[in-house]
C-alpha cells in the first residue's frame, strides 16, 4: 500500500510544483506584458509621435532654410514671386509643434514642457519673423536692381548714340584734318595743318569718343560693383575722372567748332550731361549710382538678415536638439526599463525552471524508490500466490472426498479475491483517518483531509448513521469489550449515493498493542441488487405457486390485504395502525411476499417510537411495494370469469342431474360452487404454519378436519386474513423446539390441529389447537404488570392477552412476538359477531376456537358431507377453558 | 525663322534677304533640316566647303563680284594692286567683300592687300566721313575703290568723294541695290561701276524672255528672284510628286542638270550647292546701267 501512495504523493508534487512554475510563469508573462504594454504605450503616444514631431519640424526647418536659399539666389522679383507663399512651412510647422506641445508633457514635466514648448515657439517665431524681413529686403534689392536695369539699358542707348554721334564728329574732324594734309600736300601752307582746329578737334573728338567708350564700361562696372566701397571708389576716381575728361575734350571739340557742327556738338554735350547725371547724380534717387548703391545696400541688408536667421534656426535647432534629447532620454529610459523587465522576467523564469528541475528529479527519486518498494512487494505477493497454488494443488488431492467443503472453499477464495476489490481504510483509535486509504476507497469516498473522522468521512450524509458509528467507534476504541463483540455492534452496511457498501473492521496490533482500525468497505450494491432481484423472484415464484394452487385464496389473501392496508391508510391511532401492520405483516410472511413484510417489520420499528399512525409518505411507499409485487399477478388474480370445480364437485352435479333432483336444489348445488370451502381454507392455512414451522425450525404435524363445510362468499374474509397470527403464535410461542419436545417425551413433530366444524349447540366454529407448552400465565402476568394491568385470574390474563401491544416475548421477529397479532383475531371475530374460546393446559397444549353464529357465515354442508358434529371442546384436556362472551346470543 | 518652321512648318526658305540674317538663318535650317534656297545674298557664310546640306545658292557670291572687279582692275585695266582703295561696311558683309577681293589680289600675286587704303562705316550710319579721309590721305592715291556697303552711305561716299577731289573707278557690288543707288546719286551717278549677279535683262538669254513677258518692272533685284524661283521650281520638279525637305536635297545633289535659262544647265553634287558663279559688271551712264566687259572702257571723272 505504502508504494502506490507514495508515488501517488510524489506526482501530486510533481504536479504541484510543475502548477507552480506554470503559475509563476504565467503571472511572468503577465507582468512582462503588463509593463512592456505600459512603456509601448507610453512610446507610442508619447516618445514616438515626439521624434516625429521633432523630425517634422526639422524638415520644416530644412524646407525654410531651402526657401531661403532659393529666395537669395533669385535674380528677379518674377522668380521672387513664385516662391512668396510659404504657408506650407507654416502649416507644418505649427501641426509639428502642436503635435510636440501634447506629447512633451508626457515625457517630462507639465511646467518644463510648457517652458520648452514657448522657447521651441519664441524660436520659431523668430525664425518666422526673420524669414519674412529676408524675404522682404530681398524684395526691395530685387526692385532696386530693376530700376537699376531699366536705367542702365536706357543708359545704354543713350551712350550707344553718343559714341555714334562723337564717331561721327570725329569723322569730320578726321576729314577736316585729312583735307588740310591734303591741302598742305597740294603746296599750302602747313602752318594751319600743325597749329590749326583741326587737329585739336580731331584730337579732342578721339578722346571723346575713347572717353564715351570708357563711360559704357564704367557703367558695366557699377552693375558689377560687389560692394558699396568698390562703387564708392569706381564713383570717386574713375567715373569722376572720366566725366572730368569726357566734360573737358567736349568743351574742347565745342570752342574749336563753328556752325552746324557747332551746335550738333553742344547738343552732345548736353546729351552727354544728361548721361552723367543719369549716371553719378546725388540728387537724383534714380541715379544708377544711388540706385547701385540701394541695392548694394538692400544686399548687405539681406546678407545680415541672413546671418540672423541662420542664428535663430540655430537657436531653434537647439531647442529641438534639447525637446530630442528628452525624446531620446524617454526611449531609452523605455527601453532599458524594458529591458530591465525582460530580465526580471527570464530570471524568474529560470528560478521557476530550475525548482521545477529539483522538484522533478526529487520526485523521479522517489518514486524510483517507491516503485522499488512495489517490486519487493509484487515479488513477496508472487510467492504468496506460488504458496497458495501448491497449497491449493495439494487440496485438489482431495477434491472427491471433500468436495463440498471445497467448494465452500472455493467461495471464500472468491471472497478474497472480492477483497482485492475492497476499500480499506485505517482508523486511528480517536476515530481519525489515519495514513493511506486504499485506492478504491479513495474512489469512493474522495480523499480525507488530515483530521478528518472516518464517520463524517463515510456517512457525511447521514447524520444519524453517522452518529451511530461515533457511538459504536467510541465502543471499539474503548476496547473494553472484545474486539469482535464491539465490532459486531458497528453499522455494517450503509447507501451513500445510490450504492450500497458493507462495513468490515479488522484490528490492527502494532507491537502487541491495539492500534488501528482497519474499516474494510464493500460496495455491494450490485449484491444487493442481485439479492433483490432474487428475492424479488422468489416472492413472485411464492405468488405464482400460490395463484396456481389456489388462486380463491389467493384472491381472497389480496382482497384483504388492500382492505387492511386501505383501514391503515386511515389509522390515526398507533395501536390500531400496529395491529393493521402485524395483520398485513404476517399475511405477506405467509405468501412468500418478504419484502412487503419486511417493509412491514420496519413500519412497525417505525412506528414503537412514536405517538399515532402512519404518515401519509409511509403508508404510500407500503401501497407502492405492495403493488408492484402484485402487478405480474394480478392480471391473472382479478379474472373472475372462471369458476372451478373440482372432480367431487362434477360428479355432485352430474349425478344431480340424472337423478333429475329438484330444481332448486339444483340451483343451490350450482350457487356453492362459488361458496368458500373451509378445506380449502384450512389447507391453505396448515401450508403456511408448515412454511412458518420451517422458518422457525421446528417440526410441525398439521392436521385438517374441514368437514366438507362451505361458508357464504366474502364470509369469513377479515377474520381469515387475521388467523395467520393466530397459527404463527401456535407455532412459535406454542410448539416446543425439538429438544425440548425430546426432553419431555413428546413425539417430536408438534401436532398441529385445524378444525373447522357446525357445532351441536349451534353455530360455526373454527378450531385451531397445537400440543405445546399451553399459556404461559406466569409471563402474561409479568408482561401485564409491566403495562400497568392489575390481573388476578387466568381469565383475565387472557383476556389482557388479547389486547394489542401485550407479548410474552422480549423480542418481536417477523414472524410473531409483537402481542398484536392474536389481538387483531379476537378483534376479527368479534367483529364478525363471534366468540372466542380458549382451552389450555401447561405442556399439553392450547385450543383456540372462534365461534360464528350460523346466520353470519351460511356454512353449508358438501353432499358428500361427513360433518362432525361432535361435542364442544375436549379435545384438550383443559385445566383452563376460557369463552368469550358472546355479544350476540345465538338463537 | 524658327517660327516659320515650327508654327507654320514651312519645309523650304526661299529668297532671304540679307547677310547678318543669313548668319542667324543658317544654323536653324541646319539643325530643324530645312532647306535655305537662293538667299539674297553672297555672304560666305552660304557657301562653306564643303557645302552645308541645306544650304543652296543661286546667285554667285560677294567673293566672286569682288574678285571680278580685281580681276577686271587688274588684267583689263591693268592697275597696280596699290591703286586699289576699299570701302566697306563695317561689319560681316562688308568684310565677306574685302575678303573676297583680298583673295583675288592674293591670286594675283599681292600678298599685302591688307595694307591697302580702307575706309570702314558704321552699319546704318551715313558716317563716311572718317572712311573717306583714309582714301584721301595724302599718302594714297586710289585710282579704284571697291565699294561693299549700302546704296545711302555708298552715295554720300562717291559724291563726298568726288566734291573733295578723289576721282577713281567707284565699284558696288550688287547689293547696294542698283536702282536705289542710282537715284540717291542722282547726277553722281555717272560713272560709278555695280557688279551684279544676273544679266541685263535686257540681255539675250532664253530665261529673260520670259522675264520680261512677266510684265514686271525690269530690274536686278526682281530678275535675280525670278531666277531663284526657276532654279527652286526646276528642283522641285526633280523631287517628284510628292517632295519633302530631304527629297528636295537629294534631288538637287543627285547631279540633274538643272537648265535656268541662263548660260549653260548646271549639276549640284554634294560639294557643290551653288548655280551661279557669274558675274556680270555694269556701269551707270547717263542715269541707265549698261553691262560692259572690258573694265579698260570704263572713263573716270
Sequence with gaps: ?891 | VRKLIDTEHVRAIVGNVGTPTAVVTVPIVNEKKVPLFGAFTGAGVLRKTPPDRYVFNVRASYADETAEMVRGLLEDRHLNPNDIGFFTQDDAYGDAGFAGAVKALEAHGFKSAENLPHGRYARNTLDVEDGLAHLLDPRVHPKAVIMVGTYKPCAKFVTLARKNGLHAIFANVSFVGSADLLKELGKDAEGVVITQVVPHWSADFPILKEYRESRLEPGFVSLEGFLVGRAFTEVLRAAGPNPTPELFVQAAESGTQFDLGVGKPQALSKTRHGFSSSVWPTVIVRGEFRAFSNWNELKVR
Aim: charged share 25%; proline share 2%; aromatic share 4%.
Design chain 1, 1 to 891: 500500500v505504502k508504494g502506490p501512495r507514495s508515488i501517488e504523493s510524489n506526482l501530486v508534487s510533481f504536479g504541484i510544483a510543475l502548477g507552480s512554475v506554470l503559475v509563476v510563469l504565467v503571472l511572468a508573462l503577465f507582468g512582462v506584458e503588463h509593463a512592456l504594454g505600459a512603456r509601448l504605450e507610453r512610446m507610442g503616444n508619447a516618445t514616438m509621435p515626439a521624434q516625429q514631431a521633432i523630425a517634422g519640424l526639422r524638415y520644416a526647418v530644412s524646407r525654410l532654410f531651402e526657401r531661403q536659399v532659393q529666395v537669395l539666389s533669385t535674380h528677379n522679383e518674377v522668380e521672387l514671386a513664385a516662391l512668396q507663399d510659404r504657408r506650407a512651412i507654416e502649416g507644418a510647422l505649427s501641426q509639428s509643434r502642436g503635435l510636440l506641445a501634447t506629447t512633451l508633457p508626457e515625457m517630462v514635466g507639465r511646467s518644463e514642457a510648457s517652458a520648452a514648448s514657448s522657447r521651441l515657439a519664441a524660436s520659431e517665431r523668430d525664425v518666422l519673423s526673420g524669414d519674412a524681413l529676408l524675404f522682404e529686403s530681398v524684395l526691395r534689392g530685387h526692385a532696386t536692381q530693376a530700376q537699376f536695369d531699366t536705367r542702365t539699358a536706357g543708359l545704354k542707348t543713350s551712350l550707344e548714340h553718343l559714341i555714334q554721334d562723337a564717331r561721327a564728329v570725329a569723322g569730320i574732324a578726321h576729314l577736316e584734318y585729312v583735307l588740310e594734309l591734303r591741302r598742305v600736300a597740294g603746296g599750302a601752307s602747313s602752318e594751319r595743318a600743325i597749329y590749326g582746329s583741326t587737329r585739336i578737334q580731331q584730337e579732342a573728338a578721339e578722346q571723346v569718343v575713347i572717353c564715351v567708350l570708357q563711360l559704357g564700361q564704367l557703367v558695366g562696372k557699377l552693375d558689377l560693383a560687389r560692394s558699396e566701397d568698390e562703387l564708392n571708389s569706381i564713383v570717386a576716381n574713375e567715373l569722376a575722372q572720366n566725366l572730368a575728361r569726357t566734360r573737358t575734350q567736349l568743351r574742347v571739340l565745342v570752342t574749336n567748332l563753328e556752325g552746324d557742327v557747332a551746335r550738333s556738338e553742344r547738343a552732345m554735350q548736353e546729351q552727354f550731361e544728361s548721361v552723367a547725371f543719369q549716371i553719378s547724380a546725388d540728387r537724383d534717387a534714380q541715379s544708377l549710382v544711388r540706385l547701385r548703391r540701394s541695392t548694394l545696400v538692400e544686399a548687405g541688408h539681406a546678407a545680415e538678415l541672413r546671418g540672423r536667421t541662420q542664428k535663430s534656426v540655430a537657436d531653434l535647432s537647439t531647442q529641438l536638439d534639447a525637446v530630442e534629447r528628452i525624446a531620446a532620454d524617454e526611449a531609452r529610459t523605455s527601453m532599458s526599463s524594458a529591458q530591465r523587465t525582460l530580465w526580471g522576467a527570464r530570471g524568474l523564469s529560470l528560478i521557476a525552471l530550475v525548482a521545477a528541475l529539483v522538484v522533478g528529479f526529487h520526485s523521479v527519486r522517489r518514486m524510483r524508490a517507491s516503485l522499488g518498494g512495489l517490486r519487493t512487494q509484487n515479488e513477496q505477493l508472487e510467492s504468496l500466490s506460488r504458496d497458495l497454488r501448491t497449497m491449493n494443488e495439494g487440496l485438489e488431492g482431495l477434491v472427491a472426498e471433500r468436495s463440498a467443503a471445497l467448494v465452500a472453499r472455493e467461495r471464500a477464495m472468491c471472497l478474497v479475491l472480492d477483497a482485492m476489490s475492497e476499500g480499506l481504510i485505517s482508523v486511528d483509535l480517536e476515530g481519525k483517518v489515519a495514513g493511506e486509504s486504499s485506492k478504491v476507497a479513495l474512489s469512493w469516498f474522495g480523499r480525507t483531509q488530515t483530521g478528518t473522522r472516518v464517520w463524517q468521512h463515510l456517512f457525511a450524509d447521514d447524520e444519524r448513521l453517522s452518529q451511530d458509528f461515533q457511538v459504536g467507534y467510541t465502543q471499539v476504541a474503548e476496547d473494553i469489550l472484545p474486539f469482535e463483540v464491539s465490532a459486531a455492534c458497528m453499522p455494517q452496511r450503509f447507501v451513500r449515493a445510490g450504492r450500497t457498501y458493507s462495513l468490515g473492521y479488522r484490528q490492527v496490533m502494532q507491537e502487541h498493542r491495539f492500534h488501528q482500525v482497519l474499516v474494510i468497505v464493500n460496495d455491494i450494491t450490485n449484491q444487493v441488487e442481485s439479492e433483490q432481484r432474487e428475492r424479488d423472484a422468489r416472492e413472485q415464484h411464492q405468488l405464482l405457486s400460490h395463484l396456481l394452487n389456489d388462486k380463491q385464496g389467493l384472491q381472497v389473501f389480496v382482497r384483504e390485504s388492500e382492505r387492511l392496508m386501505l383501514a391503515l391508510r386511515v389509522e390515526k391511532g398507533r395501536e390500531g395502525a400496529l395491529r393493521l401492520l402485524h395483520t398485513i405483516k404476517g399475511n405477506t410472511a405467509v405468501f412468500g411476499m418478504e419484502s412487503v413484510s419486511s417493509l412491514c417489520h420496519t413500519l412497525e420499528d417505525a412506528l414503537g417510537e412514536r405517538a399515532g399512525g402512519l404518515t401519509a409518505v409511509e403508508s404510500n411507499a407500503l401501497s407502492a411495494l405492495w403493488y408492484t409485487r402484485l402487478a405480474r399477478v394480478e392480471e391473472l388474480l382479478t379474472s373472475e370469469e372462471f369458476v372451478e370445480l373440482d372432480e367431487e364437485e362434477f360428479g355432485e352435479i352430474l349425478s344431480g342431474l340424472r337423478q333429475r333432483r329438484d330444481y332448486f336444489e339444483l340451483v343451490e348445488l350450482v350457487q356453492s360452487w362459488k361458496w368458500v370451502k373451509t378445506s380449502l381454507l384450512l389447507r391453505r392455512l396448515s401450508a403456511q404454519v408448515r412454511r412458518i414451522a420451517e422458518a422457525l425450525g421446528k417440526n410441525a404435524d398439521v392436521r385438517i378436519e374441514h368437514n366438507h363445510l362451505s361458508v357464504m362468499p366474502g364470509a369469513l374474509d377479515g377474520f381469515w386474513g387475521e388467523m395467520i397470527h393466530l397459527a404463527r403464535n401456535a407455532v412459535d410461542h406454542g410448539l416446543e423446539s425439538p429438544e425440548e419436545r425430546a426432553q419431555l417425551g413428546k413425539p417430536a413433530a408438534g401436532d398441529i390441529v385445524l378444525c373447522t366444524k357446525v357445532l351441536p349447540r349451534g353455530g360455526f366454529c373454527i378450531e385451531l389447537g397445537d400440543d405445546g407448552r399451553g399459556l404461559d400465565f406466569a409471563a402474561l402476568r409479568a408482561a401485564a404488570a409491566q403495562r400497568g394491568l392489575a390481573a388476578t385470574s387466568e381469565i383475565e390474563l387472557i383476556e389482557i392477552m388479547f389486547r394489542d401491544g401485550v407479548t410474552t416475548r422480549d423480542e418481536a421477529t417477523e414472524i410473531s412476538g409483537r402481542g398484536v397479532g392474536l389481538g387483531a383475531v379476537v378483534a376479527a371475530c368479534r367483529a364478525a359477531g363471534g366468540s372466542v374460546e380458549v382451552e389450555t393446559a401447561p405442556g399439553k397444549g392450547t385450543l383456540f376456537r372462534f365461534v360464528y353464529p350460523l346466520q353470519t357465515v351460511q356454512v353449508r354442508e358438501g353432499t358428500s358431507s361427513r360433518a362432525t358434529r361432535g361435542g364442544s371442546g375436549g379435545r384438550l384436556d383443559a385445566q383452563v377453558a376460557f369463552s368469550s362472551p358472546d355479544p350476540r346470543p345465538s338463537p
